[in-house]
């Protein structure tokens, strides 16, 4: 059993089939090396930056987001890092109006025992793991 390590542009790649070449390798990755024996590796980095590049280069909406989210979290043949905390942050991002990213760090820092993570991100209001400051 082997564990591959998928980066940010493979899964780019394989969820937006914008670059040909690297589209059919990343197809080939995730449809022929990606398996219950073999699995893919999805950091939480790998996983916000999948989220940003989406939304921010290829203009996705939150619902593909979401989507996106809960297909990686689904799949059987990748493990994802803090796999609880990634879950908690999407049901708070079905809901909120912050980015993924910044569940994903209220989840993070609240599993370490942080009480108010400080932030200036007024979209950050609805969670009750943020406290935001103001000048």
């Known amino acids: 059993m082997a564990v591959i390590g998928l980066d940010t542009n493979v899964l780019v790649r394989y969820l937006v089939q914008d670059d040909p070449v690297q589209s059919e390798i990343a ?7 990606i398996s ?3 699995r893919g590796f999805v950091s939480c980095v790998v996983l916000c930056e999948v989220v940003w590049v989406l939304k921010r280069a290829y203009r996705q909406p939150k619902s593909r987001l979401l989507e996106v989210i809960r297909l990686v979290f689904e799949t059987d043949a990748i493990e994802i890092e803090r796999r609880a905390e990634v879950w908690r942050a999407y049901r708070a991002f ?42």
């Open 27 to 33: 197809n080939s990755i995730m449809e022929n090396e």
């Open 94 to 135: 079905v809901q909120g109006d912050a980015d993924f990213s910044d569940y994903l760090i209220a989840e993070v820092a609240h599993s370490h025992g942080v009480d108010k993570v400080y932030t200036f991100d007024t979209s950050c209001a609805d969670s009750g793991y943020f406290q935001v400051l103001t000048s």
């Open 36 to 38: 219950l024996e073999n």
